[in-house]
Nanobody
């Protein structure tokens, strides 16, 4: 089990940028695949992006492809989410999630990831 703490959320105008961070502690970070999800009130948690243990493989949701970049720094035990060209529909609570090795399950399914952060609010004004 690992502990995840997100930061970097806030209020931004449409077209702006934000970078979210997720600091991970408790186990060897480099053995965990990581992902970002987001959720708005009354809706299910939505997959945003996944990154493999090494960072060599990523997968993006179509809704954010081309506007969002995930990266990780295994030396700093941190995963990042750079979000550009933000839209009001990107408004949500963003959650960081971790899945241990060996990775199994569906990349975009919340149930694949046993460990979650508390979330950080991102609000995009029009």
């Amino acid at each position: 089990q690992v502990q995840l703490v997100e930061s970097g959320g806030g209020l931004v105008q449409a077209g702006g940028s934000l970078r979210l961070s997720c600091a991970v502690s408790g186990r060897t970070f480099s053995t965990y695949a990581m992902a970002w999800f987001r959720q708005t009130p009354g809706k299910e948690r939505e997959f945003v992006v996944h990154i493999s243990r090494s960072g060599g493989s990523t997968r993006y949701a179509d809704s954010v492809k081309g506007r969002v970049t995930i990266s990780r720094d295994n030396a700093k035990n941190t995963v990042y989410l750079q979000m550009n060209s933000l839209k009001p529909e990107d408004t949500a609570i963003y959650y960081c999630a971790a899945a241990p090795s060996p990775f199994s399950g569906v990349v975009g399914a919340p149930s694949t990831y046993p460990d979650w952060g508390q979330g950080t609010q991102v609000t995009v004004s029009s």
